[in-house]
């Protein structure tokens, strides 16, 4: 794992054979993502593949969208 300063980093992880990633325990800790968090995946065929708390992803949204309860 390279750090590049304490607010970010870079790493490499392998997919497992069911398509599963482990998120390494500091970016855990940077990103404050605990056992049972949702976690929104966005994706870009061009750009790429983004990984979100959904309480970070609704503050983007900003009330764009009506999600209403969102554990519904």
């Known amino acids: 794992m390279k750090d590049f300063k ?3 980093f870079i790493v490499s992880v392998k997919v497992g054979p069911k398509g ?18 949702t976690l929104m995946i ?12 959904d309480d970070e992803f ?3 949204l900003g009330g764009t969208f009506d999600v209403g309860n969102k554990n519904d």
């Open 42 to 53: 966005l994706g870009d065929v061009n750009k790429g593949i983004a990984i979100v708390k």
């Open 20 to 37: 599963q990633i482990t998120i390494p325990a500091q970016a855990r800790k940077l990103f404050k993502i605990s056992v049972g968090d």
């Open 6 to 8: 304490e607010d970010r």
């Open 58 to 60: 609704y503050k983007i």
